[in-house]
Protein backbone atom coordinates (compact mmCIF):
# COMPACT_ATOMS: atom_id res chain seq x y z
CA UNK A 1 0.00 0.00 0.00
CA UNK A 2 1.22 3.74 -1.21
CA UNK A 3 2.02 6.75 1.80
CA UNK A 4 -1.40 8.17 0.35
CA UNK A 5 -3.42 5.18 0.84
CA UNK A 6 -1.81 4.33 4.06
CA UNK A 7 -2.81 8.17 4.65
CA UNK A 8 -6.80 7.41 3.90
CA UNK A 9 -7.10 4.10 6.12
CA UNK A 10 -5.85 6.13 9.03
CA UNK A 11 -8.15 8.94 8.83
CA UNK A 12 -10.62 7.05 7.77
CA UNK A 13 -9.80 4.90 11.16
CA UNK A 14 -10.21 7.96 13.00
CA UNK A 15 -12.95 9.22 11.84
CA UNK A 16 -15.11 5.51 12.49
CA UNK A 17 -13.47 5.99 16.12
CA UNK A 18 -14.44 9.85 16.49
CA UNK A 19 -17.98 8.92 15.41
CA UNK A 20 -18.45 6.24 18.01
CA UNK A 21 -17.07 8.01 20.89
CA UNK A 22 -19.45 11.01 20.02
CA UNK A 23 -22.52 8.79 20.68
CA UNK A 24 -24.06 9.19 23.96
CA UNK A 25 -23.01 6.12 25.88
CA UNK A 26 -19.61 5.26 27.48
CA UNK A 27 -17.67 2.49 24.90
CA UNK A 28 -15.01 -0.12 26.19
CA UNK A 29 -11.68 -0.20 24.26
CA UNK A 30 -12.98 -3.68 22.87
CA UNK A 31 -16.48 -2.20 21.92
CA UNK A 32 -15.18 0.36 19.92
CA UNK A 33 -13.34 -2.50 18.32
CA UNK A 34 -16.46 -4.05 17.20
CA UNK A 35 -18.14 -1.26 16.54
CA UNK A 36 -15.91 -0.18 13.80
CA UNK A 37 -14.56 -3.01 12.74
CA UNK A 38 -10.98 -2.46 14.05
CA UNK A 39 -8.33 -4.63 15.65
CA UNK A 40 -8.50 -3.62 19.41
CA UNK A 41 -4.62 -3.41 19.47
CA UNK A 42 -5.25 -1.02 16.82
CA UNK A 43 -7.65 0.95 18.69
CA UNK A 44 -5.60 1.23 21.72
CA UNK A 45 -2.80 3.46 19.40
CA UNK A 46 -5.36 5.40 17.62
CA UNK A 47 -7.09 6.46 20.83
CA UNK A 48 -3.54 7.32 22.27
CA UNK A 49 -2.95 9.07 19.02
CA UNK A 50 -6.21 10.70 19.30
CA UNK A 51 -5.83 11.62 22.95
CA UNK A 52 -2.20 12.97 22.30
CA UNK A 53 -3.67 15.82 19.44
CA UNK A 54 -6.29 16.83 22.27
CA UNK A 55 -9.42 15.55 20.30
CA UNK A 56 -10.54 12.71 22.81
CA UNK A 57 -10.15 12.93 26.30
CA UNK A 58 -10.07 10.03 29.03
CA UNK A 59 -12.25 9.64 31.95
CA UNK A 60 -12.24 7.29 34.74
CA UNK A 61 -14.37 4.91 36.33
CA UNK A 62 -14.21 2.58 39.13
CA UNK A 63 -12.39 -1.01 38.57
CA UNK A 64 -10.07 0.69 36.07
CA UNK A 65 -12.64 1.26 33.53
CA UNK A 66 -12.51 4.60 31.24
CA UNK A 67 -14.86 6.57 29.18
CA UNK A 68 -13.66 8.47 25.78
CA UNK A 69 -15.00 11.42 25.47
CA UNK A 70 -14.95 13.95 22.53
CA UNK A 71 -13.11 17.16 23.23
CA UNK A 72 -14.65 20.46 21.18
CA UNK A 73 -11.42 20.11 18.63
CA UNK A 74 -12.16 16.72 18.40
CA UNK A 75 -15.57 17.55 17.51
CA UNK A 76 -14.33 19.48 14.98
CA UNK A 77 -11.96 17.09 13.87
CA UNK A 78 -15.17 14.26 12.96
CA UNK A 79 -16.89 17.26 11.15
CA UNK A 80 -13.66 17.87 8.93
CA UNK A 81 -12.82 13.83 8.28
CA UNK A 82 -16.65 13.44 7.40
CA UNK A 83 -15.79 15.96 4.84
CA UNK A 84 -12.74 15.10 3.45
CA UNK A 85 -14.61 11.48 3.36
CA UNK A 86 -17.73 11.93 1.80
CA UNK A 87 -15.30 14.29 -1.23
CA UNK A 88 -13.42 11.39 -1.72
CA UNK A 89 -16.26 8.82 -2.44
CA UNK A 90 -18.20 10.81 -4.30
CA UNK A 91 -15.61 11.78 -6.79
CA UNK A 92 -14.48 8.14 -6.27
CA UNK A 93 -18.12 7.37 -7.50
CA UNK A 94 -18.39 9.68 -10.72
CA UNK A 95 -14.34 8.40 -12.06
CA UNK A 96 -16.02 4.89 -11.67
CA UNK A 97 -18.94 5.49 -13.23
CA UNK A 98 -17.43 7.20 -15.94
CA UNK A 99 -15.18 4.35 -16.23
CA UNK A 100 -17.12 1.90 -16.67
CA UNK A 101 -19.31 3.84 -18.97
CA UNK A 102 -16.25 4.15 -21.52
CA UNK A 103 -15.15 0.52 -21.01
CA UNK A 104 -18.68 -0.59 -22.13
CA UNK A 105 -18.70 1.74 -25.01
CA UNK A 106 -15.48 0.18 -26.63
CA UNK A 107 -16.53 -3.33 -26.16
CA UNK A 108 -20.02 -2.03 -27.98
CA UNK A 109 -18.14 -0.58 -30.56
CA UNK A 110 -15.99 -3.71 -31.28
CA UNK A 111 -19.34 -5.88 -31.31
CA UNK A 112 -19.69 -7.48 -27.85
CA UNK A 113 -23.30 -8.17 -26.97
CA UNK A 114 -23.08 -9.10 -23.52
CA UNK A 115 -20.81 -9.08 -20.08
CA UNK A 116 -20.20 -11.02 -17.27
CA UNK A 117 -19.19 -8.77 -13.80
CA UNK A 118 -16.63 -10.75 -11.69
CA UNK A 119 -16.58 -9.38 -7.81
CA UNK A 120 -19.76 -7.79 -6.19
CA UNK A 121 -19.71 -4.77 -3.99
CA UNK A 122 -20.92 -0.92 -3.94
CA UNK A 123 -18.96 -0.87 -7.21
CA UNK A 124 -20.77 -3.32 -9.04
CA UNK A 125 -24.11 -0.90 -8.34
CA UNK A 126 -21.81 1.56 -10.26
CA UNK A 127 -20.93 -0.49 -13.05
CA UNK A 128 -24.45 -1.65 -13.69
CA UNK A 129 -25.41 1.43 -13.84
CA UNK A 130 -23.22 2.52 -16.33
CA UNK A 131 -24.00 -0.48 -18.29
CA UNK A 132 -27.71 0.11 -18.55
CA UNK A 133 -26.74 3.39 -20.30
CA UNK A 134 -25.36 1.31 -23.42
CA UNK A 135 -27.05 -1.48 -25.64
CA UNK A 136 -25.28 -4.01 -23.12
CA UNK A 137 -26.43 -7.24 -21.33
CA UNK A 138 -25.27 -8.40 -18.25
CA UNK A 139 -24.91 -12.52 -18.95
CA UNK A 140 -23.82 -13.12 -15.21
CA UNK A 141 -22.85 -12.45 -12.21
CA UNK A 142 -20.08 -14.40 -10.56
CA UNK A 143 -18.49 -13.77 -6.59
CA UNK A 144 -17.59 -16.90 -4.55
CA UNK A 145 -18.14 -15.13 -1.39
CA UNK A 146 -22.15 -13.71 -2.51
CA UNK A 147 -23.13 -17.29 -4.43
CA UNK A 148 -26.74 -17.39 -4.24
CA UNK A 149 -27.65 -13.98 -3.90
CA UNK A 150 -29.36 -11.89 -6.49
CA UNK A 151 -27.47 -9.07 -7.89
CA UNK A 152 -30.31 -6.81 -10.14
CA UNK A 153 -32.60 -9.91 -10.81
CA UNK A 154 -29.18 -11.89 -11.80
CA UNK A 155 -28.35 -14.76 -9.43
CA UNK A 156 -24.71 -14.42 -8.42
CA UNK A 157 -22.67 -17.68 -9.05
CA UNK A 158 -19.17 -18.70 -8.14
CA UNK A 159 -16.11 -18.10 -10.29
CA UNK A 160 -15.79 -21.56 -11.29
CA UNK A 161 -19.60 -22.35 -12.53
CA UNK A 162 -19.10 -18.51 -14.17
CA UNK A 163 -16.41 -19.30 -16.18
CA UNK A 164 -17.93 -21.69 -17.95
CA UNK A 165 -19.28 -19.26 -20.80
CA UNK A 166 -16.34 -19.10 -22.87
CA UNK A 167 -16.40 -16.04 -25.36
CA UNK A 168 -18.78 -13.96 -22.48
CA UNK A 169 -15.93 -10.79 -21.90
CA UNK A 170 -15.54 -10.97 -18.21
CA UNK A 171 -15.78 -7.16 -16.68
CA UNK A 172 -14.20 -6.93 -13.31
CA UNK A 173 -16.57 -5.25 -11.07
CA UNK A 174 -14.86 -4.51 -7.95
CA UNK A 175 -12.36 -2.17 -6.54
CA UNK A 176 -11.52 -3.65 -2.86
CA UNK A 177 -10.79 -7.60 -4.39
CA UNK A 178 -9.64 -6.52 -8.24
CA UNK A 179 -6.16 -8.29 -7.90
CA UNK A 180 -7.36 -11.48 -6.24
CA UNK A 181 -10.08 -11.75 -9.03
CA UNK A 182 -7.60 -11.19 -11.57
CA UNK A 183 -5.52 -13.93 -10.71
CA UNK A 184 -8.30 -16.12 -9.52
CA UNK A 185 -9.53 -16.19 -12.92
CA UNK A 186 -6.13 -16.67 -15.00
CA UNK A 187 -6.05 -19.44 -12.42
CA UNK A 188 -9.60 -21.64 -14.02
CA UNK A 189 -8.02 -20.51 -17.26
CA UNK A 190 -9.71 -17.29 -18.80
CA UNK A 191 -7.43 -15.54 -20.85
CA UNK A 192 -6.15 -12.17 -20.27
CA UNK A 193 -7.17 -10.62 -23.30
CA UNK A 194 -11.13 -11.74 -21.82
CA UNK A 195 -10.83 -10.30 -18.66
CA UNK A 196 -11.58 -6.48 -18.39
CA UNK A 197 -10.58 -3.39 -15.48
CA UNK A 198 -12.42 0.03 -16.33
CA UNK A 199 -10.01 2.51 -16.03
CA UNK A 200 -6.95 0.80 -16.81
CA UNK A 201 -4.45 1.67 -19.77
CA UNK A 202 -4.49 -0.46 -22.82
Known amino acids: MNDHSDKSVDSYRSFLLLSEIAGEEPLSQRELSRRAGIAVGLVNSYLKNLVAKGYVRVKNFPRNRYAYLLTPTGIAEKSRLAYQHLSYFTNL ?11 FRRLEESGVREVIFCGVDEV ?3 AYLSLRETG ?3 AGVMDDGRQGDQFFGVKV ?3 AEGVRREGVPVVI ?3 KQRDELMEALRGLGVPKTGIFIAGATE
Open 124 to 126: AEV
Open 173 to 175: SSL
Open 157 to 159: VSL
Open 136 to 138: LEL
Open 93 to 103: YTVARQDYLDL
